[in-house]
């Protein structure tokens, strides 16, 4: 019996296709790498379901790689070695919310939204925020992480447990409920980040929090990056609870405007947010207005109704869609570093050098509060000059980045785009990943040729 007839016999026929538009729509994510078809994709339902269909792949040596919603930007699921897709649009239930502990217990395939809708109706939410409507499972495996991490944390800091499928079809829990762990090593750790190339998650525990009494928006325009990234340091230097803080380009500011119909200043700007009660709001936004104004902030504006601030959000998330609606015709290319907050203005400055100079056309947006920031590049992906010169940018930030103690990748993950940069950024601990690699997925099948090159 062939592969394609046992995992019929595991699954039931109707969860397991070859049809060609279904396997063309597994073959690639949001990025602008090479598309590549899988085998086969399957849609289990449960964990003993994964377990099974990996214990066939171990058989028929054929490669696994996990699918959540495509959303990713660093080529991190495109099968290129073919083989098994697991999706996950079937395991898409929350399955348990435990209120009093602020905790909640999904299957891979909830979406951040759907997760949200649910824990509204019990006053709570979940704090990661990537922009994208993304699967919780894709979250973790790439370590995601937003616009809300400065105050509550990136993906790893909010996963309280994992169940996971394991390369010879073990599962395992990697923690536990309680709310810290002296005992063993932190699985979680390593899990969170890993891309499917240690194994499948099939059941996440998340921390969760109380939806904030009241939350205040805000917009900052700055005379340039500088005074906007000082602000930000001097807002958190003064232990002010913002919770969110994102630096947005001049050129940027001109795609929002045009795009979104606003007619916000085209200067560098900050847009804040802040969550509390009304009085300690209050005096948060009091003080930030005093030390925006230490740097020669031109205009700040503030808005606690929902509909504006909504607004406000809407066209911060809305600059890349921004920029992709002006360059018709043209394929995004999103860049991701991340560096100490000290070195953000000359990062950005650098980097907006690095744009001018490839001729291309590009804007610049970040978590500053986190030293995490994006370049938005507009390439012909037919064109090899314009992949050329998008690489050239690329390499150039990452390099800067490094130099000063920083990352090729603060949360998209490593996938294809960032693999040749780990040997650099970790050195000798390359290794030791490599080894545990090598340990938990001993013939290579959980989505091989990720993350780390074991060649």
């Not at 046992?6 to 729509?25: D, F, G, I, M, S």
């Not at 922009?131 to 809300?148: Q, R």
């Not at 690329?394 to 294809?416: K, P, S």
Request: one cysteine or more; a negative charge; charged letters at 25%.
């Amino acid at each position: 019996m062939e592969l394609f007839e046992e995992l019929q016999q595991v699954l039931t026929p109707e969860r397991v296709t070859k049809n060609e538009t279904v396997l063309a729509q597994h073959s690639r994510d949001e990025s602008y790498h090479t598309p590549h078809l899988p085998d086969v994709v399957v849609f289990p339902e449960n964990a003993e379901e994964v377990s099974e269909v990996i214990k066939l792949a171990n058989t028929y040596q054929t490669p696994v790689v996990p699918f959540g919603l495509g959303s990713s930007l660093e080529g991190n699921m495109i099968p290129y070695e073919q083989g098994i897709m697991i999706d996950f649009s079937l395991m898409n239930k929350v399955l348990e919310v435990k209120a009093e502990d602020f905790l909640v217990t999904v299957q891979p395939g909830v979406t951040r939204t759907q997760l949200d809708k649910e824990l509204k109706k019990h006053g709570l939410f979940f704090s990661v925020d990537p922009g994208a409507d993304a699967t919780l499972g894709g979250m973790a495996a790439t370590n995601a992480s937003g616009t809300t991490s400065v105050k509550y944390g990136i993906m790893r800091d909010n996963v309280r447990d994992l169940e996971v499928v394991l390369a010879d079809g073990t599962i395992i829990h990697t923690g536990n409920l309680a709310a810290k762990s002296s005992s063993g090593y932190h699985l979680n750790g390593i899990f969170v980040g890993s891309e499917g190339t240690l194994g499948c998650f099939t059941e996440l525990t998340l921390k969760v929090y109380g939806i904030p009494e009241h939350t205040a928006a805000g917009r900052a325009a700055f005379n340039t990056v500088h005074d906007a990234v000082d602000a930000v340091i001097g807002i958190l230097q003064a232990g002010i609870p913002v919770a969110r803080v994102e630096l947005v380009d001049e050129h940027s500011m001109k795609q929002i405007n045009l795009y979104s119909e606003t007619d916000y200043k085209e200067v560098p700007t900050l847009f804040l947010e802040f969550h509390g009660n009304e009085a300690g709001l209050q005096q948060d936004v009091d003080f930030t207005r005093e030390i925006v104004n230490d740097y020669h902030c031109q205009e700040l504006s503030f808005e606690t109704d929902t509909a504006a601030r909504n607004r406000l959000w809407e066209a911060r998330h809305n600059a890349a869609y921004a920029y992709i609606h002006g360059n018709p015709g043209k394929k995004q290319m999103v860049t991701d570093v991340c560096l100490p907050i000290s070195e953000m203005a000359g990062a950005i400055k650098d980097a907006r050098e690095a744009i001018e100079a490839s001729g291309l056309v590009g804007g610049i947006v970040g978590h500053v509060g986190d030293g995490n920031y994006h370049i938005l590049l507009m390439i012909n992906v037919n064109d090899p000059t314009d992949i050329e010169k998008a690489n050239e940018v690329n390499e150039r930030i990452v390099d800067y980045a490094l130099i000063r103690g920083g990352t090729c990748t603060g949360e998209h993950g490593v996938g294809v785009g960032k693999q040749k940069y780990q040997e650099r950024e970790h050195g000798a601990a390359l290794n030791v990943m490599r080894k545990i690699k090598t340990a938990l997925d001993p013939k290579d099948l959980l989505n091989p040729g990720k993350v780390i090159d074991l060649d």
